[in-house]
């Protein structure tokens, strides 16, 4: 039979979350209990008989603890096969005990770590010896051994040993799963400590990636597709796999792109920003001093494109903002920001015709803009792995390469429009007039073809804006046409074999054009 029935238990957790609960049901179906120190403590606190591991190995704990499980008469009550007549007999002969169940939980080592005045000597305490070899012992017998490695995976077990009196062999191979998940997780987090402790450079020549599955979805990007978002393991920070959704359908993978795309453009500025983004690219973006007047200015940026857009904001979305994105002839699919005023949820969940199905997603303070790591699988094989780009720009080491050169307030015009290109897929050009982004280019194969379509988004807007360009001109073709249309001033890196005819068509038409020395390319 795949069930086996439980005997005996052996407890030694960390984390005693519903532990008093899986010992009184255990012990209400006749399972003995051994424990070590902290946890037997813990149990008989709560009048619940237990035994003492160490009276029963005939060894103490030792050294605060370091030594308290490693003994044969544990791993061999752990690890005996029950259909083995030798490896029974062995524990008869040298009175044995077989352990049917053990729970166990790691020391919380990454909790430790992730203190900011924790020392090297404490992290190195938190690190688990007999713990993770009790897990894998059980994980490795789990033909007749069940290991619990997370209290949510009590009931569960309790369940079976209520109703069956022990475990399913369905059930065990699912938890020792977890458990070798679990053990290999941890040693990721102590292997990465020392890494970093150890000034370990950037991109070691092993990277483990430990991911935890937060969702199923409803489907990829296309229904056909089969999808799932997973978090991962120990990352802090705002962001959509902490943030909380106070209203709306489930979130759809495509809205999971977008949102965080709409939340990195957002986050990225100082002062009150809105994103509007449709299919992964900003059709509109603006900031201002209000985070009401950057909304109305960043959504006025692609009207047509911005219908059923989603919003990133990086204030708190307060009674104007909601009142604004609330008015006919909107539709807003998600909005993710810092946090909603209580009216402003009022409003935008009863007002407007999509109140039932918006998303609002609230991620909290925002923080300091980090650096990170991006990964991008290829054919499912391998990984791209690089640093994102997010280092701030250096307006002080620009150059203007024109004989005119732009007055304080176009260059402010020109900072907020190369901020804004690095989040566009190349090639990418923005179009930008009073710190809102009124035309895009994106993703096209030709920069001349970028050019175009940004300044017919532009429409009439393009008189007095300036342009942005996420790599060189090539050519003076693009100069021209820009200049022709309205344009009054370009940013762009430099760095093509003919900037020198690229600044003569700016300077044949008066066009102040700053070199950046930095591209920002987004493919």
Same mark, same amino acid.
């Given at each position: ?50 035994? $003492? ?339 701030? $720009? ?89 200049? $022709? ?39």
């Amino acid at each position: 039979m795949s069930t086996v029935p439980v005997r005996r238990a052996l407890l030694s957790v960390s984390d005693k979350t519903g532990l008093t609960e899986l010992a009184r049901g255990l012990t209400a179906r006749g399972v003995e209990l051994y424990s070590t120190g902290g946890t037997r403590r813990h149990l008989e606190e709560a009048d619940i008989a237990v035994q $003492d591991i160490a009276e029963y190995t005939g060894f103490p704990e030792m050294m605060d603890g370091r030594v308290k499980t490693l003994h044969p008469k544990v791993f061999a009550g752990i690890l005996c096969r029950h259909d083995r007549s030798d490896d029974m007999e062995a524990l008869e002969e040298h009175s044995i005990l077989s352990f049917e169940l053990v729970v166990v939980n790691l020391y919380p080592f990454e909790q430790t770590i992730a203190r900011p005045d924790v020392t090297r000597s404490e992290a190195i305490e938190q690190i688990d010896i007999g713990g993770p070899s009790l897990v894998r012992a059980a994980a490795k017998n789990h033909a007749f051994t069940a290991i619990l490695t997370s209290p949510d995976q009590y009931s569960a077990v309790l369940a079976e040993v209520e109703q069956e009196g022990g475990t399913s062999l369905a059930l065990r191979e699912q938890l020792a799963a977890a458990a070798f998940s679990s053990t290999a997780a941890y040693d990721r987090a102590i292997a990465a400590y020392f890494n970093e402790e150890g000034g370990e450079a950037k991109f070691p020549d092993q990277m483990t990636l430990q991911l935890e599955r937060q969702a199923e979805l409803r489907y990829g990007e296309n229904p056909h597709q089969a999808a799932a978002v997973y978090q991962v393991r120990g990352a802090t920070g705002a962001s959509l796999m902490t943030a909380q959704q106070l209203n709306g359908k489930e979130l759809s993978y495509n809205n999971l792109l977008d949102l965080d795309s709409a939340l990195q453009i957002a986050r990225s500025f100082d002062q009150p920003a809105v994103s509007v983004i449709k299919h992964n690219n900003p059709c509109g973006a603006a900031v201002a001093e209000s985070i009401s007047d950057a909304t109305a200015k960043a959504m006025a940026g692609d009207p047509l494109s911005a219908f059923g857009s989603v919003l990133g904001l990086n204030r708190e979305v307060d009674d104007a903002t909601a009142e604004l994105l609330s008015e006919p002839g909107l539709f807003v699919e998600a909005i993710v920001a810092p946090g909603f005023s209580t009216s402003a949820i009022e409003i935008l969940t009863t007002k407007p015709k999509w109140k039932k199905n918006v998303r609002l997603m609230e991620v909290g303070d925002l923080g300091e803009l980090s650096a990170e790591l991006q990964l991008r699988y290829l054919g499912g094989q391998g990984l791209l792995v690089q640093e994102s780009d997010s280092a701030p $720009d250096q307006p002080d080491q620009w150059e203007v390469v024109t004989e005119v050169k732009p007055d304080d307030a176009m260059l402010a015009e020109l900072q907020f429009a190369w901020q804004i290109v690095r989040h566009i897929k190349s090639n990418a050009i923005a179009v930008c007039q009073d710190r809102a982004l009124v035309g895009a280019g994106a993703g096209q194969m030709s920069r001349v073809d970028s050019v175009e379509i940004a300044i017919r988004k532009a429409g009439e807007r393009v008189q007095g804006a300036v342009l942005s360009s996420d790599a060189f001109f090539p050519f003076p073709d693009s100069i021209i046409q820009a200049a $022709d249309a309205g344009v009054v001033a370009i940013i762009q890196p430099g760095g093509s074999r003919r900037d020198d005819e690229v600044i003569e068509a700016c300077n044949q038409r008066q066009l102040p054009m700053v070199f950046t020395g930095r591209r920002h390319f987004k493919h």
